[in-house]
């Protein structure tokens, strides 16, 4: 961090590690954000309050700017806000998927690293359907910030994206995220439930991949979730009914519909769903080629499937 403070001022360097030290006795990170360390966090809230919002990410390897007048005052203030649990992206505004800065705010789920793992999945699945066909059409559902379909129109730039969310506030802040990384002319966010949007000859049979971050915790568990996650982020992006698997049997059952020939189902779940969800695509019979996705420690986070007729 030496190196990072190194334009800063003799007072201004002397506030930062004050706050470094306030935050250190008083912060753990929340296991789904394991970015958000102790250093990252007072970077994240020192670039916020310079007015050049950051990611925990990107802000640990980003010279800091010198405060301002007022700078000061605010870089207390959301040391204190963080402390009193407000997550940081909620913060700066900012959070870091695949490689992008993205707008993060309370209208939708912030987005996870543990959801990139999905997201490599259907990145290579679409890369599977640009070779064969030049292109590629997807649509991803539940799709909150818009995290997935823009960082898929990013990394995969003959594809077309399509959106949609119950929230018309997570619409919105989709369609925001699009703007802010260019991506307008090719990812467009619609309001609807699940894949209700698309039910038109336009998409019927003709799309490559749907793909999936689902609301999949069980409603009881939605409220033994820390106070962080529950008070600040919509109950919406996390209850997914009684055995937390609703949306999820809804997508798995809709899918096909929409899906051309070979085309491919990716959707993330949550701990200990994947064998389970893994035998229901097994029964389905429209469904073949299934892969699942596993994290560090091994346990299935996501599922991949094709279409077969």
């Not at 039910?199 to 939605?222: H, M, Q, W």
């Not at 820390?226 to 109950?235: F, L, S």
């Amino acid at each position: 961090m030496n190196a990072a403070l190194a334009g800063l001022g003799a007072d201004q360097q002397g506030l930062y590690r004050a706050l470094e030290r306030e935050l250190a006795g008083r912060f753990a990170p929340l296991p789904d954000q394991p970015a958000e360390t102790a250093a990252a966090t007072i970077a994240a809230i020192w670039h916020a309050a310079a007015g050049r919002p950051l990611s925990a990410r990107a802000a640990l390897d980003t010279p800091l700017p010198p405060l301002a007048a007022g700078g000061e005052a605010l870089a207390r203030d959301l040391l204190r806000r963080r402390l009193e649990g407000t997550p940081l992206a909620h913060l700066t505004g900012r959070q870091r998927f695949l490689g992008l800065e993205m707008i993060a705010s309370s209208d939708a789920l912030i987005p996870r690293e543990e959801t990139e793992l999905l997201g490599r999945a259907a990145l290579a699945a679409l890369g599977d359907a640009v070779a064969s066909r030049g292109e590629a059409l997807a649509i991803d559902v539940c799709t909150g910030s818009g995290n997935l379909a823009a960082a898929l129109a990013f990394h995969e730039p003959r594809a077309r994206l399509w959106a949609a969310d119950l929230s018309t506030e997570a619409v919105d802040l989709a369609r925001r995220n699009a703007a802010f990384l260019g991506l307008e002319a090719r990812v467009t966010a619609v309001a609807g439930d699940l894949l209700a949007p698309f039910d038109t000859d336009e998409f019927r049979g003709r799309v490559d991949l749907v793909v999936c971050n689902p609301p999949y915790i069980s409603s009881a568990k939605v409220d033994q979730m820390a106070p962080e996650i529950r008070g600040h982020e919509p109950r919406l992006a996390f209850d997914g009914g009684p055995f937390g698997i609703r949306i999820l049997a809804r997508l798995i059952d809709a899918a096909p519909a929409l899906l051309r020939e070979g085309g491919v189902l990716a959707f993330e779940v949550g701990l200990g769903q994947g064998p389970g969800l893994r035998r229901r695509l097994e029964r389905h019979g429209r469904y073949a080629g299934i892969r699942e996705v596993a994290d560090a420690q091994g346990s299935v986070r996501a599922l991949v499937a094709a279409c077969v007729t």
